[in-house]
Every structure is written in structure tokens, then in C-alpha cells.
């Protein structure tokens, strides 16, 4: 990974992946001072530092703290919310504080009581009543709450329905018994018995096991239908459809799962990669993946040892019970410790989430490992381009454009391509002015940029990795304009190089990107513009002299224009034409009129 901090953020936000999760930012102390969720990492980090218009002025102070990012993926965006609000409370970093207030997600709460009621709760009670969630989508949840009423008609009021109660008859059946909505507990018209059994199934649907319940409700709604019911099972079909949406929307995890602490281990080419989540009252509190260097030939079990004692020493109220996605019944653990490998349920889910995130480390580590190997092969000033432009792909095909007036006459204009940072003199093009009258550089830019990406457009070409206008934000702004009327704007990067060299534009950007003076990536720009100087101005000087000589020309006596095309198609150039003898222009425009040519060259 490159040195810097500025080069660290960069590699990592380029390489992040684009999935569901959360993301930390440390300051140079390593202290969390930012957690925010994301549908997309990648994009979402991204925008923080890409974006730097219309950003308020904490966020410029956010990003300028910024020395490190951390992430953690999870199986949804909702997952990803929940975690970043239990991450927020708990950690309480100081730009969430003044950027965001945090919300308090509703629970959906199994009363401890003897014949438990279903509510909703946007706080965890110590009564022992089982809590379920926190859910963001609060319509699903409702939603869900309704199916459970009207498939387990369960009682809603909160009288204390212990036996004495109920035999001594202290209750009347009120007019939820009499309108089907309860099967009357409190009259002993349901038994205790038949209640819990609901409950249980209750319970599994909040859980996520919803198929058998899913699967009846189907069934029913057919039969309806059949019947020609139709109200009937369109009512059974928006339960459906409410229970499918809360099924999507799955807890972070169980709130029957407390202090427990989840390690996964995952190791390639000799890298050892761990995931650690503290689990406490049933919420993912912290979450960190590091990297565990192998001192010797330890095995996997050794290796998943050492990170215990290490966590076990470092962390504080370190979980009693450690779950894992490795098979290690025989390891020595300290006292009143306890390790597992889960094979179904919420707690091998927590396992799968973990793994994911370690391996999604791995990757990354492996990748560095094959980029350092690469560096040798690729150009330094390539690798430094990317990461100050922060390009999507290595620049390995550059085209560059500049226009050419010299004295306000001949309007030329000319592209030279680097290729692996390197001229690739067989690519360059040159352009005469066709649609332009006088001198606009900003119309023969669109010009040319229109003709040059029409016609890779046209013939299926690919396009360059990146685009470089010479002329500032006005050229660049006419390049832009031109390759969005074409309709391939967005297919490669384009940028515009200042007066200044160190000085460049991007499109929709009103502050520039400076390049440090030192830095290889300049040091390319700037032999990349010097060629496109050279180029254009070569071309520029080559047509006005052909231009001069074929007016010199033309006013000889005897020479017309036909003539002057004759010379000028057989001999290629002006030079060709000059350099030639007089038996090679006789062969071409006769002897009388090479002799007046050849007079007036002397």
C-alpha cells in the first residue's frame, strides 16, 4: 500500500467494494470520529472526496481528519442501518454527534407475562420480556404485527390473568372476544397451553422462518379465490406481500444472543485474517478485521488461539461464549470460556456475515500483494496518475488534444497518444479546421473532440483510459458539451490542463486538482503536453509554409492551381517539391513549366 496519507486513502477508497455496510473513519490517533451506513461503499466514501462542491463546513473539517477507513460489510442496506445506529450510541464518534442526530428503531416485544401479549417498543426493558429487531421498516413491521392478531388471535389488554384471577371470574369478555379478535383466556374459554403453542409459532416467524406460514397463507388465498372470495384474498394477499417485505428486512441479530463475542479466521499465502463482532444485548456493539503476521509454521488452531488471548487481554467484558467458523473442540481456553462452531440458525448467520468480512479483507491483502508485483512491470508515473485522479483503470492509453493559430492564420489542431506512458507516434492524429470560420479555440475543440469519438464510436474502437484537453476549463468545457452530443460522455475520464501544469480541471468541478512538483505523474503530463506543442505546431508550421509557397506559386505566369495540385500530389510535400530535379518535374507539368517553377525556387 503506498505511504502517504493521502496515497493510504486513496488506494483504499479505490479498492473498496461495492456492497452493503458501514464505514469508520480514524483520525492520526486511530480514534473513530465518523460511522456512516452505505448501499454501496465504494460509491458513498467515494462522494467525500469527489465531491467537494456544495460540502458544508464540517464535512471539509470531517474529511481533512480523515488518516484512515475502516468497513465492515453487511447482508443489507437495513442491516448496514442498524449497525451504524448501534455503532453510533455506543461509540458516540464526535462528527455524528454534530452532523446527524441517531434514531431509536421499534422492537417488536413478547411480553413476560402468563399469557404474553405482542407490542411494539422503542426501548429494552429489564423484565424479561424477548425482543425482536429494532426494525427501520416500521410499515413491515406493522404489517407483520397484523398477521400475527389475525392468524393467533392473541389477547391485547394488560389485566394479570394468573388461575386465581380467572377462576374467582374477576373479568368480562370485552369486545375483542366478540368480534373474533381474542379467544378468551381470561374466561377459560382458551387454555394455557393452546396460548403458548401460538406463541412458539409466533416466535419462529420472528425469527425468519416464515415458509410454513407463507406457504398456508398462499393456500388460503387460492381457495378464496376459487371460491370467488376476491376481497378475501386480496386482503390475505397484502399480508403476503407485508410479511415478504419484512422477511427481506432481516434483524442484525437475535436479541437471545448476548455476550458473545464472533472470531473468524480465514488464511492464504501465508496471511492470517481475522473478524472480531462483540455481541451485547442482542446488537453488534464493535466490529474490526486485522491481520495476524506468522512469526513460524503455527497451524490454524495456534493461530485462532493467540487472537483469544490477545482480544481476551485488550478487551474489555470480553464474552464468555466465542463463536467461529473453525473446528476447534480441542483449544485450551482460560476459565469460564467457551468456543463453537454454529451450523444453522441466527448464530451461524453471524458467522457467515464475520467470514465475509475476513475474506473480503484477504482479498484485499492478495490483491496489494499482486500490485506490488505489478509495479515493477508498470510505469510509476502511471500508478501515481491513477491515484491522484483517482481513475477507475491504470491511464495506460492517453490522448491528448491541442489547437494550433499561430499569428491567427491556418487553424489546425492535433492529438498524440501515450501508451504505457510512452509516445505512440503511429496514433497521432491531425486535424484541419472544417466547421469553424476565424479563430475559435473553443469551437475547434468541440470540432475535433466530435470527429475523434464519432468515429470510435462508429467502428467500435475502444476508447482511451484517459483524456487530457490542453486549454483549461473552456476547452474542456467544449470537449464535454461535444462527447455529450455524441452520446459517450461518462465512457472515459477527461481532465484540462491550466496554464499552470500543476493546475487541472475536472468536469463540474469549480476547484482545480493540484499536482505536487515533484511527483512522476507531472513530470508525464508535462511530456505529454510538450509533444501535443510539438505536434500541433509542427503540423501548424508545415501547412502555413505549404500554404506561402502554394500562393508563391500561383502567381507565377503559367502556373495555375491544376499545376500547383499536380506538383503537390506526386511529390507529397512542399519539401518533396523542392528537393526535386528538373527532369522530375518535366515528367509531371512538362518542360516549360518546370523550368518557371524551378526559376522562381531559385
Do not use: W
Not at 259 to 281: C, R
Not at 286 to 313: C, G, P, W
Not at 504 to 525: H, M, N, Q, V
Amino acid at each position: 500500500m503506498p505511504g502517504s496519507d493521502s496515497e493510504k486513502i486513496n488506494y483504499i477508497r479505490l479498492n473498496l467494494p461495492e456492497l452493503p455496510g458501514i464505514y469508520k473513519y480514524l483520525d492520526e490517533e486511530g480514534k473513530i470520529i465518523y460511522v456512516g451506513k452505505a448501499r454501496n461503499l465504494k460509491k458513498r466514501v467515494n462522494s467525500y472526496f469527489l465531491k467537494t462542491n456544495g460540502q458544508d463546513f464540517k464535512t471539509k473539517k470531517l474529511v481533512s481528519k480523515i488518516a484512515d477507513i475502516q468497513i465492515t460489510i453487511t447482508s443489507s442496506e437495513h442491516d448496514a442501518l442498524l449497525l451504524e445506529n448501534n455503532l453510533i450510541k455506543n461509540l458516540q464518534p464526535k462528527f455524528n454527534i454534530m452532523l446527524k442526530d441517531g434514531k431509536t428503531y421499534p422492537f417488536i416485544v413478547i411480553k413476560n407475562e402468563r399469557f404474553p401479549r405482542i407490542t411494539t417498543a422503542r426501548y429494552r426493558n429489564k423484565e424479561g420480556s424477548e425482543y425482536f429487531g429494532p426494525f427501520s421498516n416500521v410499515k413491515a413491521m406493522y404489517s407483520l404485527l397484523e398477521l400475527i392478531q389475525k392468524n393467533y388471535k392473541l389477547r391485547s389488554c394488560s389485566f394479570n390473568l394468573n388461575q386465581k384471577n380467572i377462576d374467582e371470574g374477576k373479568f368480562r369478555l370485552c369486545l375483542e372476544f366478540h368480534i373474533g379478535k381474542c379467544l378468551g383466556p381470561c374466561n377459560n374459554l382458551q387454555s394455557e397451553e393452546n396460548y403458548i403453542h401460538n406463541i412458539a409459532q409466533i416466535r419462529q416467524i420472528l425469527k425468519g422462518n416464515y415458509t410454513q406460514i407463507l406457504n398456508g397463507l398462499k393456500l388460503e388465498m387460492k381457495s378464496h379465490a376459487e371460491k370467488h372470495f376476491f376481497e378475501e384474498a386480496q386482503k390475505i394477499k397484502e399480508i403476503i406481500e407485508g410479511i415478504e417485505v419484512f422477511q427481506k428486512s432481516t434483524c442484525v441479530v437475535s436479541d437471545q444472543i448476548s455476550n458473545t463475542e464472533v472470531i473468524t479466521l480465514l488464511t492464504e499465502q501465508g496471511i492470517y485474517i481475522a473478524n472480531h463482532f462483540k455481541i451485547h444485548q442482542g446488537s453488534i456493539i464493535q466490529t474490526h478485521t486485522f491481520e495476524i503476521y506468522q512469526k513460524m509454521e503455527e497451524s490454524l488452531v495456534q493461530v485462532f488461539s493467540a487472537v483469544i488471548d490477545k482480544l481476551i487481554a485488550e478487551e474489555e467484558n470480553f464474552g464468555h461464549t466465542i463463536l467461529t467458523n473453525l473446528d476447534v473442540n480441542d483449544i485450551e481456553l482460560p476459565e469460564f470460556y467457551s468456543v463453537h462452531k454454529p451450523l444453522k440458525g441466527d448464530k451461524a448467520r453471524l458467522v457467515q456475515l464475520s467470514e465475509k468480512n475476513s475474506q473480503l479483507i484477504l482479498n484485499e491483502k492478495l490483491a496489494q500483494i499482486n500490485l506490488r508485483a505489478k509495479i515493477k512491470e508498470e510505469h510509476p508515473a502511471l500508478i501515481a496518475l491513477k491515484n491522484v485522479l483517482s481513475l477507475p483503470n491504470m491511464p495506460s492509453r492517453i490522448e491528448c488534444f491541442d489547437n494550433s493559430n499561430l499569428q491567427g492564420t491556418n487553424p489546425v489542431a492535433a492529438m498524440v497518444c501515450f501508451i504505457n506512458a510512452k509516445p505512440a507516434k503511429k496514433e497521432y492524429r491531425h486535424f484541419n479546421i472544417k466547421s469553424v470560420e476565424g479563430i475559435d479555440d473553443f469551437a475547434s475543440m468541440a470540432e475535433i473532440v466530435t470527429r475523434r469519438y464519432k468515429k470510435i464510436k462508429e467502428e467500435n474502437l475502444d476508447f482511451p483510459d484517459l483524456v487530457i484537453i490542453d486549454g483549461g476549463k473552456g476547452q474542456l468545457s467544449a470537449a464535454v458539451e461535444a462527447l455529450k452530443s455524441i452520446d459517450v460522455y461518462g465512457k472515459f475520464p477527461i481532465i484540462g490542463l491550466a496554464k499552470r501544469l500543476e493546475e487541472i480541471f475536472t468536469p463540474g468541478d469549480s476547484e482545480s486538482i493540484y499536482i505536487e512538483r515533484k511527483s512522476p505523474a507531472l513530470k508525464l503530463i508535462q511530456q505529454i503536453r510538450d509533444e501535443t506543442h510539438r505536434f500541433a505546431i509542427t503540423f501548424h508550421r508545415n501547412k502555413r509554409s505549404k500554404s506561402v509557397f502554394t500562393s508563391e506559386l500561383n502567381v507565377i505566369n503559367g502556373i495555375g492551381t491544376k499545376t500547383v495540385n499536380k506538383l503537390l500530389l506526386h511529390f507529397k510535400s512542399v519539401k518533396g517539391i523542392k528537393n526535386a530535379k528538373l527532369e522530375e518535374l518535366e515528367a509531371v507539368i512538362g518542360k516549360a513549366k518546370a523550368e518557371l517553377v524551378l526559376e522562381k525556387l531559385k
